[in-house]
């Protein structure tokens, strides 16, 4: 199992950027998947996840409304659209894949990407 993640980078406050994740080694279509983070200095916090087949997906409260996760099966690639984004959410973002379907909290986990830096800085 491998979990590739790009398209972090430094965006200004206001701004957005979209992260992927690259899939392989596994059926991808049969697996939830996650986001987390983690900021400078703190512990992992759970971000976002989704079904098997895109059309459920969850939030933590402080990114509701602002990043949406989507999923392309074809593409084996996990997506997290960001927009409005804040200074305090500089951190490094891991695609992840969740043990079974327990979501909407920080959960476990059995496979990690090497993680990618979304900084939000003026």
């Known amino acids: 199992v491998l979990l590739v993640e790009s398209g972090g980078g430094l965006v200004q406050p206001g701004g957005s950027l979209r992260l992927s994740c690259a899939a392989s080694?596994?059926?991808?279509?049969?697996?939830?998947m996650s986001w987390v983070r983690q900021a400078p200095g703190k512990g992992h916090e759970w971000v976002s996840d989704?079904?098997?087949?895109?059309?459920?997906?969850y939030y933590a409260d402080s990114v509701k409304g602002r990043f949406t996760i989507s999923r392309d099966t074809a593409k084996n690639t996990l997506y997290l659209q960001r927009n409005s984004l804040k200074h305090e959410e500089t951190a490094l973002y891991y695609c992840?894949?969740?043990?079974?379907?327990?979501?909407?909290?920080?959960?476990?986990?059995?496979?990690w990407g090497q993680g990618t830096q979304g900084a939000v800085s003026s």
């Open positions: 992840v894949r969740p043990v079974g379907t327990r979501v909407g909290r920080l959960g476990e986990y059995d496979y």
């Open positions: 989704i079904n098997s087949d895109g059309t459920i997906t």
């Open positions: 080694g596994f059926t991808f279509s049969t697996h939830y």
